[in-house]
């Protein structure tokens, strides 16, 4: 595959959307070098970078930033940089990826919560937003089990046929129109190229473009059972063909990685 038929196949993962090139290094090192001792070096992230289309300059600012703000902390090793996740960086990741990696939440349940009118105070304003979502004045959707004899909770079951205008409060239409284009994006990968022929480093610069795609949408998400979103969320689809590919695209061996790219 030449240089600008790959260009094509990376473009074909993004879509319209332009990465940012900080939350592109978020995703590859949570990727590709979740554990403390993993490292990659400044030459192994230009090249992965590079393979997507991104500016050796652009690169080192977004390192930068992430140094500045505790995502990354960098080693010296002779006249090699080897870059490596904070413990901070490390616990955030992790965090995240039960719902990037693994399948949808089972047994989780929702509920529709009306909160007593003659209270003088509203639903908090920072409340968490993956898990309680308000859909009008003192009425919410949370996951929240906690009790309270101001509220009157009523569950939400995978039967239940719930408006549109609720199930567009759940996951907003954005998300779901997000859904819908990666889903084809993801489709189209999957039935083109044979990405077990791309070089190595290829092979990794389109998984982590696959995973960041994924991950951008999965973690714009409220985490709801699934089962209350109409059809137009189409996130399932995209975790099936997220997986696929990244079972013809497995992490790779560091080491052998930097000899690829040594190697050129």
Not at 117 to 134: C, F, G, I, M, R
Not at 188 to 205: C, H, V
Not at 213 to 232: M, S
């Amino acid at each position: 595959m030449t240089d600008t038929d790959f260009a094509q196949l990376v473009a074909r993962v993004l879509g319209s959307s332009t990465p940012r090139v900080w939350s592109l290094l978020v995703t590859m090192f949570g990727d590709l070098a979740l554990t403390p001792q993993a490292r990659l070096s400044g030459a192994t992230v230009n090249a992965i970078t590079a393979a997507i289309g991104i500016k050796p300059e652009a690169t080192r600012v977004a390192l930068h930033r992430l140094r500045k703000e505790d995502w990354i902390v960098s080693h010296r090793t002779g006249r090699q940089t080897r870059y490596g996740l904070t413990s901070h960086g490390r616990t955030q990741t992790t965090a995240a990826a039960p719902r990037v990696y693994g399948p949808a939440a089972t047994g989780t349940s929702a509920y529709l919560v009306l909160e007593n009118p003659s209270l003088p105070t509203d639903w908090p304003a920072d409340q968490n937003a993956v898990t309680t979502v308000q859909i009008g004045p003192k009425v919410v959707v949370t996951t929240s089990s906690t009790k309270s004899d101001q509220h009157l909770k009523l569950a939400l079951n995978p039967d239940m046929d719930l408006p549109q205008w609720v199930s567009d409060k759940l996951c907003p239409p954005e998300i779901q129109s997000a859904s819908r284009d990666l889903s084809q994006r993801l489709r189209q990968i999957l039935e083109g190229a044979s990405l077990e022929d791309l070089p190595l480093l290829q092979r990794t610069a389109i998984r982590v473009v696959i995973v960041h795609e994924w991950r951008r949408l999965i973690l714009r998400t409220p985490a709801f059972p699934e089962t209350l979103l109409k059809d137009q969320w189409r996130g399932e689809e995209c975790r099936v063909a997220f997986h696929t590919l990244l079972t013809r695209l497995p992490v790779p061996d560091l080491a052998a990685l930097e000899d690829a790219i040594e190697a050129g």
